[in-house]
């Protein structure tokens, strides 16, 4: 099977790092350091509207909530429907851990 471009060497070290951070608190310090505040903000927001497309809120009702464009939600849509998982996975993963609290 073909590599996929986008993976590579320099990726592969980036998510190790992510994955070798063990609390919230590190992760605020890891992607603080990494990331604008803009950049942390943008995927937040990505993240959330993921989860309210997920939970079957329209466009509108996002926009109003999370404050994100039209279009950066319909980008989003299009990873949940026709992309790798990914949104999906970690959302499923994130609820089912909160239902076992």
Not at 14 to 34: G, K, M, P, R
Not at 74 to 82: A, G, M
């Amino acid at each position: 099977m073909a590599q996929k471009p986008r993976k590579n060497e320099a990726t592969d070290v980036l998510f190790q790092a992510i994955l070798s951070l063990q609390s919230v608190e590190e992760c605020y310090t890891f992607f603080e350091d990494l990331c604008t505040m803009k950049e942390l903000s943008d995927m937040s927001q990505r993240l959330q509207a993921a989860r309210l497309l997920l939970q079957g809120s329209t466009y509108d009702q996002i926009v109003k909530q999370v404050e994100i464009s039209t279009a950066t939600i319909s980008r989003i849509n299009r990873c949940i429907q026709y992309g790798e998982g990914g949104y999906r996975t970690i959302i499923e993963r994130m609820d089912g851990a909160k239902g076992e609290e």
